[in-house]
């Protein structure tokens, strides 16, 4: 089985500088393009791989590209944005190849910039990712040594300088229009869109920003071909797809697996499964705003049409896993408080409400909840869905609570019932 | 005022964006590096330098969480508090920090030597639970190594209040 995006990673090894990276075909797929393709042709390739953006929203990549305004009379200077602010609680893929393989991530920004004829990048990162900074740091000096980055691409004519910008926090920076104003200097506010940034984006030009591991795998494409990598992958969706699993499994992890691979394999084959005398209850499948799934659902093939078919979303492609001895209801607590903590204050819904339902939530974990309160909390996940709110940020909370309503009703009824938490002393 | 070595650094930033304003962020950081925290005269020394109100600099510098308007201990300590390192055992770590270090969530320790906050999912769910100290990842975490860690930054970790 190929491993395009994790081939080079050697876990607990520093990951290869120029020479070794360039040993292993790297940079190739710069040559290729600025060579031998126009800008067009990158995107046209990238569309027809079916690349869908991995940060979680899944939307295609190639599509995303051909809004940008091209050609001479095209608004400038154009920017390509790495969003590698991964905040996504229960979310460690793009940190791996940020430490593992960081040329890569900046070869395909080179690649995706190319398309968009981008002539700045950043890579907007997260400020914990303390290792994988230092050797982003490194490995961009490397590429701008090597004549990958700067002025006139390996003799093309192509010209493009990369910056890194290292974050002060807050997971609304991850949101697409929330890091463009950050990167300005800004509050990490959403935008309102339309306008899209596709179009008027960082400081009002056009805008491309991709997530890490989508950008990770434009290299691929390019040098490959847009079959090859629709092969990569168990459906339609092309390529492969870092999966994780974290919670009480016997083995928690990342692996780069084909794209469509199922919940059970990932659970059972690679995560090793429960820890012994724990039973699994349900699984998120893609990082703290997708929905609940349960026992029926191991069979859903992780692809973005299998789980939005099955009622969640893939999302980042990192699982969490809730066990049998684990409360529903403080799991669902301690998602809500982090969406409460988290929201940028914007608009009123998320402000407000996250807090209040979360108050909710408290006080059903700590015995003191009251009939009607889970008829409260479905009305307002409503009030704080789709289309009620700025951005997704209070519609993605809603996701865990509602499902979680749903399929683990008994043990929130249980716990205003009884008045307390069966699981705590 | 800024020192002239502050002014230096930022301007080494400054050339990464294409307005002056945007390098606040990095400038926040570099006085907080240097100063310890981001006090009401930093703000007034940067907001000078950067051609922004002071009001307009503090709505940034209070937006982000790990820009320090309040003075802060020598080190850090960021405990994830998301949900992977909640099923892993969040709730012993933070109390056994508690027990340890006299301090709360948000408190410095009366020596000013720690202060204890809360960080969203620092990505390292696979070695959960989870918490940094200043620029240091801690994974895997259990009360007795979490001793370790302490005793490595010249803490006694004796319990000086009950958990």
């Not at chain 1, 893939?314 to 669902?332: E, F, H, R, S």
């Not at chain 2, 100290?133 to 370790?148: A, K």
Request: net charge negative; aromatic share 8%; hydrophobic share 35%.
């Amino acid at each position: 089985m190929e491993r395009p995006l994790t081939k080079n990673i050697r876990p607990d090894r520093e990951p290869p500088s120029l020479k070794e990276y360039e040993r292993a075909e790297g940079y190739q797929s710069v040559r290729k393009a600025l060579k031998s393709l126009s800008p067009q042709e990158v995107t046209e390739l990238v569309k027809k791989s079916n690349l869908r953006g991995r940060g979680g929203a899944g939307f295609p990549t190639g599509s995303k590209w051909s809004f940008v305004p091209m050609g001479a009379d095209a608004p400038g200077p154009k920017y390509l944005i790495a969003n590698a602010d991964e905040m996504e609680p229960g979310t460690f893929k793009d940190r791996l190849l940020m430490e593992g393989d960081p040329h890569q991530l900046i070869e395909g920004m080179i690649v995706s910039a190319f398309a968009i004829e981008a002539e700045v990048a950043y890579i907007f990162l997260r400020s914990e990712y303390k290792l994988s900074e230092k050797r982003l740091r490194k490995a961009l000096a490397e590429a701008y040594g090597g004549g990958y980055l700067g002025r006139n691409i390996l003799g093309s004519g192509y010209n493009l300088e990369m910056h890194l910008h290292v974050s002060a926090g807050r997971y609304m920076c991850g949101e697409e229009t929330g890091l463009l104003n950050a990167l300005e200097g800004k509050r990490a506010t959403p935008r309102s869109k339309p306008p899209y940034p596709q179009v008027s984006g960082l400081w009002g030009k056009p805008t491309i920003v991709n997530n890490v591991e989508t950008l990770c795998n434009a290299p691929h494409i390019v040098n490959h071909g847009a079959e090859w990598f629709i092969g990569l992958s168990h459906t339609d969706e092309g390529g492969t797809k870092i999966y994780g699993a974290s919670g009480k499994v016997k083995r928690p992890g990342a692996w780069e697996l084909p794209m469509g691979t199922t919940i059970r394999e990932i659970l059972e084959e690679h995560a090793g499964g429960m820890r012994d005398g724990l039973k699994f209850r349900g699984v998120i499948p893609g990082g703290a705003s997708t929905d609940f799934l349960i026992e029926e659902h191991l069979d859903v093939k992780m692809d973005f049409d299998s789980v939005q078919k099955a009622g969640s979303r893939l999302g980042t492609g990192t699982m969490i896993i809730l066990d049998d001895q684990t409360c529903p209801v403080g799991m669902v607590h301690n998602l809500e408080q982090f969406f409460a903590r988290e929201s940028c204050g914007w608009c009123t819904p998320c402000r407000e409400g996250l807090p209040w339902m979360t108050r909710i939530l408290q006080a059903i974990e700590e015995g003191q909840g009251e009939p009607g309160d889970l008829e409260k909390l479905e009305r307002h996940a409503g009030f704080l869905g789709p289309g009620s709110t700025f951005c997704a940020l209070a519609p993605g909370a809603m996701e865990p609570l509602q499902s979680a309503l749903k399929y683990f009703r008994e043990d929130f009824e249980w716990h205003i019932r009884e008045n307390r938490c069966p699981w705590r002393l | 005022m800024l020192t002239e070595e502050e002014r230096l650094e930022i301007e080494v930033d400054l050339h990464q964006y294409a307005q002056k304003r945007a390098v606040c962020i990095d400038a926040l950081k570099i006085i907080q590096r240097r100063r310890g925290w981001v006090s009401d005269e930093s703000i007034r020394d940067l907001a000078e330098f950067l051609e922004m109100t002071p009001d307009e600099l503090d709505s940034v510098a209070t937006f982000y969480n790990l820009i320090f308007r309040r003075p802060v201990g020598r080190r850090v300590i960021l405990v994830c508090d998301s949900v992977s390192c909640w099923i892993m055992g969040y709730d012993r770590i933070r109390e056994h920090l508690t027990a340890c270090l006299g301090i709360e969530l948000g408190e410095t320790s009366p020596d000013g030597e720690f202060t204890m906050l809360p960080i969203a999912c620092l990505g390292a769910c696979d070695h959960a639970p989870t918490l940094m100290i200043n620029d240091e990842l801690y994974q895997d975490l259990e009360p007795q190594g979490l001793n370790r860690i302490l005793e490595s930054y010249g803490e006694t970790p004796h319990q000086k209040h009950s958990a």
